[in-house]
């Protein structure tokens, strides 16, 4: 609901219910109509997932609608600005099999050391102390998702910019650099790429950006600095951040290279 009102993703999500139980079917009886999981169904009908358009195809389908709910989703749900799936950075990163990061700005908040992000939270003095320490301290235990019992497997793509520009001073940037060496070097799940100054202008430049593998085949964008903007899902965003993706990662260095040259930039801060 937004200021009282049902949106339309609420609505849709609705709707999606009640066609199923005008059908007589329960969740198990959809979910092997649409070749989905049981799960994936609950989480539709909870608002948790959003309903992919590959779902409605196969909903309407299953249904014979006539397409009446990937319209809703594509002409509808489309222009909703308060869509009820929603997650969150923390929960997408509960749930994410696999990220694509590419970072034109800072290190990625996965890979900050503590005096780094600290840094970053304090550039300006904009944010009171509590408030650097309310995020500094999330920052830190969001990193733990790289040494869970099922890490998220990560591909990051970095400008050299972000390992030039001095943030918090040249002890900082040593110790950090040396940081992202041995994740580099020693994680099995981490592979990290740098786009080289000499690379010139390419699309990635124009902002952060995560490609984020979801369940159920569900993928999810989300645009922004270090994962606190906007969450994308519909197709065309995705085609473009995938084509940004592709020229960013096709103008870095292989992993090789890109160790190689950290290990430069960390001995030009020591």
Known sequence: ????????????????????????????DLAKAVNYSPSMVSAVELGQQPPTPKYLEQFDKALDTGGLYGRMLTDLVALDKSQAWIRGWRRILAEARGLRWYEPLHVPGFFQTEAYARAVFEAGDLLDQDEVERRLAERMDLQGCLYADRPIKVVAVLDEAVLRRCVGGRKTMADQCLHLLRIATEHPHVRLHVVPLSAGEYPGLGGPFILTAM??????????????????????????????WEVSLGAALPPQESIELLREIAESWS
């Not at 989300?222 to 951040?241: A, Y």
Request: glycine fraction near 14%; proline fraction near 3%.
């Open 215 to 244: 369940p159920d085949d569900i993928e999810l964008g989300v645009v922004g600095g270090q994962g606190r903007g906007e969450e994308l899902d519909q197709p065309v965003n995705l085609r473009r951040l995938h084509q940004v």
């Open 1 to 28: 609901m937004a200021g009282g009102q049902m949106t339309a993703a609420a609505f849709l999500v609705a709707e999606l219910r009640r066609a199923r139980l005008r059908r007589g079917w329960s969740q198990e």
